[in-house]
């Protein structure tokens, strides 16, 4: 299940541990405010980047079953368009559905007005490897589609600051119309060694107004967060960070929390961005 801040060239050694955070956030969360990049015009940009992570953790709530996995993605652009694909190993056996990958698929544009830079775009979470049966709730489509409307900003040479609203018409599992707010922020320190260093959090809401959103969850809504520290070095970051929810199932049979899917955490993660 994190963001289309994923899309832009490289921000040169001072910005690469807040790039390298952002660059999987339509599925991890990770959607911190990275500064914006200077301006390519019409250029053409890509990036690859190839990831390993002590548990995939999605707005606050474990997606591989509080286990290591695989993540990677391809990253275009070309001025203020940008698209995708971000890919990462999940296990939803708890839930009685074989799913082991998560596909998103995103695209939107990223307008600048002075130092605010905007990011309207659709992310599409796909689990090709789901198999359905007509009985809810383990028949239901877990796929769905969000919208995302979200500005950023360096308020300081090297702080900035983000906020994102999105929206799903039918959230995951088929739960119904769902929003999420996050509110982020980054800063990056001068490179202490070989590392440049960073720190960065994410707070956010969630809430869905569908009866089936609270049956699977056991809430009808939940705030989540994260902190940590990166350490960037080349094209190479790690990233040391702490996740916590105030979620947790009221009634026996939800699903998003079982297993202390919800339960706080620290997550160590180390990514390649190339080129």
């Not at 999940?90 to 002075?114: H, M, R, S």
């Not at 979620?247 to 998003?256: L, M, R």
Request: aromatic share 18%.
């Amino acid at each position: 299940m994190t963001t289309t801040s994923k899309l832009a060239a490289l921000c040169g050694a001072g910005g690469l541990a807040l790039f390298a955070i952002c660059v999987t956030a339509a599925a991890d969360g990770y959607d911190v405010a990275a500064p914006a990049p200077a301006d390519e015009g019409r250029k053409f940009t890509y990036s690859f980047s190839l990831g390993v992570t002590s548990d995939y953790v999605f707005r606050g709530i474990s997606q591989n079953d509080n286990d290591p996995t695989i993540q990677g993605g391809i990253d275009l652009g070309y001025g203020i368009l940008y698209a995708g694909v971000w890919a990462s190993g999940i296990n939803f056996d708890a839930i009685v559905n074989d799913a082991d990958l998560e596909v998103d698929w995103y695209g939107g544009i990223k307008p600048t007005w002075g130092p605010a830079t905007f990011d309207f775009g659709v992310i599409y979470y796909s689990y090709p490897s789901a198999t359905y049966t007509t009985n809810p709730p383990f028949g239901f489509d877990l796929n769905y589609v969000e919208l995302k409307a979200g500005v950023s900003g360096t308020i300081h040479e090297k702080l900035a600051l983000g906020g994102y609203i999105y929206w799903s018409p039918d959230y995951f599992a088929q739960t119904g119309s769902v929003w999420t707010f996050e509110g982020q922020a980054g800063y990056t320190f001068h490179q202490v060694g070989v590392f440049t260093p960073s720190v960065s959090g994410v707070i956010g809401y969630q809430t869905g107004s569908d009866d089936y959103y609270e049956a699977w969850n056991g809430f009808s809504e939940y705030w989540y967060w994260n902190a940590g520290l990166a350490l960037a070095v080349e094209k190479l970051t790690f990233d040391f960070r702490y996740w916590g929810t105030d979620a947790s199932n009221t009634v026996s049979d939800a699903f998003t929390c079982i297993n202390d899917y919800c339960d706080s955490r620290f997550v160590f993660s180390a990514k390649v961005v190339l080129p």
